[in-house]
């Protein structure tokens, strides 16, 4: 075959590529030489730990950021993007985790939204919404183009996000890890629709960390590790399981800790009890409803659900933050009483936010300052009313090394890679020995690595007696390490499962408001 | 209610409905985009004591001397809009405390009040006021004819206006990029649509807006100068965008319903009708209170609704 030939085979087969790839960024390259091709007609995974690189290689790809060296091509043409309009006008577009949605107007509004084709001065809405119905029913992905986005689900709004590429001429559409707030049948029809896409000869690259998707859905796996192409598969025609893709992203294998449930859970009296607890929102709407819960020491009691369902107002009601508008809360054989974090703190409660950088801990202090910042009082670090930097600072140096945290006592929070930081709010609240420790998704973001080592505290934690109440969207995460399942829609617990019986599928079922007969399983 | 009663009333309600159409409109499309711009009332008295500057200085022929004058209230309004526009969009100034602040430098006790003692316009009529027309010959017709054939041209130019800024909302690409704008301006700017620009756009041709609102005093209402001679019709319009739910249309019904309530004292006291004045003239303000209350409490469902950003800064660095 000439060299013509291929070129020719090329123009064909790929709809974007990256040739010799480089990014680097004071003190990192991002990107180091790497090759990437998204050809006609796969699902194409790129498959990394956080920092690999696979957002600087999209956002090269979308016109967000110029290479260093190397050379994007599209059609097998070399092209220069200056903006993520230029690659619109490529055919690539990027569904990011945050959407672009105005959530007043409806689908049809938004799917025209900055949008000139044709440069059409007058809005013509019935013409718009008979498109991006034509277009939904192409790739099966239901949605009603006259509904206001603010009524649809986060699954239908993602929907929404790939339509409005599709309606402006996407060829290849690149997926920033899209199933993280879905649930499983949510994702499972995207992965429908996603496969839809391929047949119809678009190209579809997902960016993710979830092994398991990865080797159910996609064609090609591309990995990436500090920056350099770690690896590749063709799916299928090679069967490679998630161990070795986990040993392509990491370099060595991974072993998730997962619950033993030969463990007894202990029948001694529940450390934490919520009974009928209801809490509203700013604006009034109930967040919980009736909720009751109990957790008794060393169980861990997981909360599943789709973000959004009352999840944060039930942290912050235990933690104290917010007030009840109904319901009692019993700590330990005692009631507590509402709008007293330190009461609770005081009682042996660690709460560990969804909101870390925020709530958790104060971005502009230093790993030392936030160390201390429950612990201040103690007498310990301080004499008189003054506080002894040089004993905040030895016990900082002990917690960094026991929580194997990679960072200095006096570096600021912000600094910190999120894994890091996320490891300093647990040392600081594990390490205080709390009875009951409450955690809201403690591993989202988080690199399989850091994942990993979470997972392993929360554990020793539990094994040493604490009642755990970890709140969390990944399902996968609470079916490896929770003894019991509740699950929470709409701010109400929809059942509570046994994890040794539960699937993803009954989990699902509750998460989207169904019952206890409907998800056929059997109440613990 | 007898013929001749129901057309005083409705005549006068055109009459005094008319500067609150136009500075309503004017506010409207720049709430539409996320700017609240409180100076409403001082570029209306800069609008009103710029035009009558110009018809008292002015020599030559009575209708270019009033078109000219309307020319100068828009460019003054929009010059006000732009000074405001710049320190709200471009340095993020909170938009009630710099609104307020315009009002302190054009309304009735600053600038305006100074121009017009620099100009000693106090005391004298107006040379020019706005004519009136008589379409199609029918101005004599029963009712209708006075009100609807026999208004000044810009009774009819803010009929047109609001008919095309209600097109101009609902029907076309740049005024659905100005909801998103005024909705959310972070995904706005995302799918490409400049913020910045749209929001110094709209605000300033609502200021544009105002000024020619304000001239409308000076030019047919009351062609004299008083200090302070909008009486506060500036704050009646921001009222009547919020009751009118950012709607051109319901702001036109609701304009003229204020104009009539304004103009009841008149219109009954010449029929000899014997209630304190104070009563009449405090009605407009104690109905705007009264609608603000009710729609505050009653509406915000669905999509009528304040925009979503109004009166919120943005910048595309912070979270």
């Not at chain 1, 819960?293 to 369902?309: D, F, K, M, Q, T």
Request: aromatic residues 6%; glycine residues 12%.
């Amino acid at each position: 075959m000439t060299a013509a030939g291929t070129r020719t085979q090329d123009q064909d087969l790929h709809t974007v590529s990256a040739r010799g790839i480089t990014k680097a960024f004071p003190g990192v390259v991002a990107n180091d030489g790497v090759d990437f091709d998204a050809d006609r007609g796969e699902v194409h995974a790129l498959l990394g730990e956080n920092g690999s690189g696979k957002t600087t290689l999209c956002k090269i790809l979308t016109g967000l950021y110029r290479p260093d060296a190397g050379q994007v091509l599209v059609g097998g043409n070399p092209v220069s993007f200056r903006s993520p309009a230029d690659a619109y006008e490529a055919g690539i577009f990027m569904v990011h985790q945050h959407f672009s949605l105005v959530s007043s107007m409806t689908v049809a509004e938004n799917v025209v939204l900055g949008w000139h084709r044709e440069k059409r001065r007058v809005f013509n809405r019935r013409q718009v919404e008979e498109e991006v119905a034509r277009a939904a029913e192409r790739f099966d992905m239901h949605v009603d183009p006259r509904a206001v986005v603010s009524r649809l689900s986060v699954g239908e709004r993602q929907r929404v996000e790939i339509l409005k590429a599709f309606y402006r001429g996407a060829r290849t559409l690149i997926l920033d890890e899209p199933t993280s707030v879905l649930t499983p049948q949510e994702a499972e029809q995207l992965f429908v629709s996603l496969r839809r896409m391929a047949s119809e000869g678009e190209s579809v690259v997902f960016i993710s960390h979830k092994l398991d998707e990865v080797s159910a859905l996609c064609d090609r796996v591309t990995v990436l590790r500090q920056g350099h192409v770690s690896g590749s598969a063709d799916l299928r025609t090679t069967s490679v399981d998630a161990r070795g893709l986990a040993r392509m992203m990491v370099g060595r294998d991974i072993a998730f800790s997962r619950r033993s449930r030969s463990e007894p859970v202990g029948e001694s009296e529940p450390a934490l009890e919520l009974r009928e607890v209801s809490a509203v929102d700013a604006d009034g709407t109930p967040a919980l409803r009736e909720v009751t819960l109990s957790v008794r020491p060393g169980e861990i009691l997981g909360v599943a659900g789709v973000a959004g369902n009352g999840q944060v107002a039930l942290g912050e009601v235990i933690a104290g933050l917010r007030d009840r508008t109904g319901g009692d809360i019993t700590l330990r054989g005692e009631p507590l009483a509402p709008g007293n974090p330190r009461a609770a703190s005081d009682r042996g409660l660690a709460y560990v936010p969804e909101d870390r950088i925020g709530t958790g801990l104060s971005p502009g202090l230093t790993v030392a300052d936030n160390c201390v910042l429950k612990s201040y009082r103690q007498r310990q670090l301080g004499r008189g009313p003054f506080l002894v930097k040089a004993r905040i600072l030895a016990r900082t140096q002990r917690l960094l090394e026991a929580f194997n945290v990679k960072g200095t006592a006096d570096s600021l929070v912000r600094q910190l890679s999120g894994g890091n930081a996320q490891k300093v709010l647990l040392a600081r609240e594990i390490s205080s020995e709390p009875q009951v420790l409450v955690v809201a998704t403690p591993t989202r973001g988080l690199d399989v690595s850091a994942m990993e080592s979470i997972r392993s505290l929360l554990l020793e934690a539990a094994a040493r007696g604490a009642a755990i109440l970890m709140i969390s969207e990944d399902l996968a995460e609470i079916l490896d390490l929770a003894d019991r399942i509740a699950v929470i829609s709409r701010g109400r617990i929809q059942g509570v499962l046994d994890a040794d019986g539960a699937d993803a599928e009954q989990v699902g079922i509750l998460m989207m408001g169904g019952s206890l007969e409907d998800a056929g399983a059997v109440a613990p | 209610m007898n013929e001749s009663l129901l057309v005083d009333l409705l005549t006068a309600g055109l009459l005094y409905g008319t500067p609150l159409v136009l500075a309503g409109l004017g506010e409207l499309l720049a709430e539409r985009g996320g700017v609240m711009n409180l100076g409403v009332e001082a570029m209306m008295l800069m609008g009103a004591v710029s035009a009558f500057w110009f018809v008292q200085s002015f020599e030559g022929p009575a209708r270019l001397a009033i078109f000219l004058a309307i020319l100068v209230a828009a460019l003054v309004g929009m010059a006000m809009a732009t000074l405001y526009a710049f320190v709200v969009i471009t340095l993020r100034a909170n938009q009630v405390v710099s609104g307020l602040a315009l009002l302190i430098l054009g309304g009735a006790a600053g600038l305006s009040s100074y121009l017009a003692a620099v100009g000693e316009l106090a005391g004298p009529a107006g040379r020019h006021r706005l004519p009136t027309y008589d379409v199609l010959g029918l101005s004599d017709a029963p009712i209708v004819g006075p009100v609807i054939f026999g208004q000044n041209v810009l009774v009819y130019a803010s009929w047109i206006l609001v008919a095309l800024a209600a097109f101009y909302l609902y029907r076309t690409q740049t005024g659905l990029h100005l909801q998103a704008v005024g909705e959310d301006p972070r995904s706005a700017d995302a799918m490409g649509i400049n913020v910045s620009r749209y929001r110094y756009g709209h605000t300033i041709i609502g200021g544009a807006f105002a000024g020619v609102a304000g001239s409308y005093y000076t030019l047919a209402i009351q062609p004299t100068w008083i200090d302070g001679i909008t009486a506060g019709a500036g704050w009646i319009a921001i009222a009547l965008v919020i009751t009118a739910f950012w709607r051109p249309g319901l702001l036109l019904a609701g304009a003229y319903l204020f104009g009539i309530v304004t103009s009841l004292g008149f219109t009954l006291q010449a029929r000899g009708v014997d209630l304190a004045p104070e009563i009449f003239r405090s009605l407009p303000y104690v109905l705007t209170i009264l609608a603000v209350v009710i729609v505050s409490r009653g509406g915000g469902r669905g999509r009528f609704k304040a925009p979503a950003a109004l009166g919120e800064p943005y910048s595309r660095e912070e979270a």
